[in-house]
């Protein structure tokens, strides 16, 4: 009964190290510049998501939204996600 505790102890504590980093920790080692600009120019508020290396996406308007789905139409990806993705066998 222990060998099984300790072994689900050591599974525990072996995935949860992965997530335990949220933000790069500051250390010697050589970081492209790029990531240490956006991660700086990034105002970070308790609970909301932050885009990867830290660049802020820009909502979309209706009008953008309904020009990729007709570039989508007339370009094939719709039929082509239609007949893969989304076809009921």
């Not at 933000?23 to 010697?28: C, G, V």
């Not at 009008?63 to 719709?78: M, P, R, S, T």
């Amino acid at each position: 009964m222990k060998v099984i505790q300790i072994a689900a102890l050591l599974g525990i504590l072996a995935t949860s190290s992965a997530f335990a980093q949220s933000n790069p920790a500051s250390s010697n080692t050589a970081t492209p510049s790029s990531t240490l600009v956006a991660a700086s120019d990034v105002t970070s508020q308790a609970g909301t998501w932050v885009p990867p290396y830290g660049q802020a996406v820009a909502p979309k308007t209706r009008a953008q939204v309904y020009a990729e789905l007709v570039e989508a139409e007339k370009d094939g990806q719709l039929a082509y996600l239609n007949s893969t993705v989304y076809a009921h066998p």
